[in-house]
């Protein structure tokens, strides 16, 4: 204090995703909460996989179609509702633009791929 000068305050480091960070833990963080928002269609994915007597749940048509196309049908599901918090956490560690629109477009033709699977039953 008499000296007059001041000294620089140090630098406080939060962690690892402080600041910049690491853009691969941002992904994984990222990722990590989406499947955790993910994890109950996951889950009601699969089980309708893995019991085909819950095809009597949704009636109607559906009552039709034969076991195995529903099967896969939720099956192709599950993968799917899977992989996005892979390719959002990816998208996120990539931090372009170009990245972005690829895992939105590769997301959209997924969601119209089930929408057009859907009806087919």
């Not at 269609?41 to 749940?57: K, M």
């Not at 949704?58 to 192709?76: H, I, K, N, P, Q």
């Not at 690829?102 to 929408?115: Q, W």
């Amino acid at each position: 204090m008499a000296s007059g000068k001041q000294r620089p305050e140090p630098e406080l480091h939060g962690g690892v995703l402080s600041g910049d960070g690491s853009p691969g833990l941002w992904g994984a963080l990222i990722g990590l909460v989406v499947f955790v928002f993910l994890a109950v269609p996951i889950s009601i994915a699969v089980r309708f996989a893995t019991h085909p007597s819950t095809q009597q749940l949704f009636g109607g048509r559906l009552e039709e179609a034969s076991t195995g196309a529903y099967v896969a049908f939720w099956w192709v599901v599950a993968i799917g509702l899977f992989a996005i918090p892979f390719l959002i956490g990816w998208a996120v560690a990539k931090r372009s633009g170009r990245t972005l629109a690829i895992i939105i477009g590769v997301v959209a033709v997924f969601f119209i791929a089930i929408l057009i699977l859907g009806q087919l039953f």
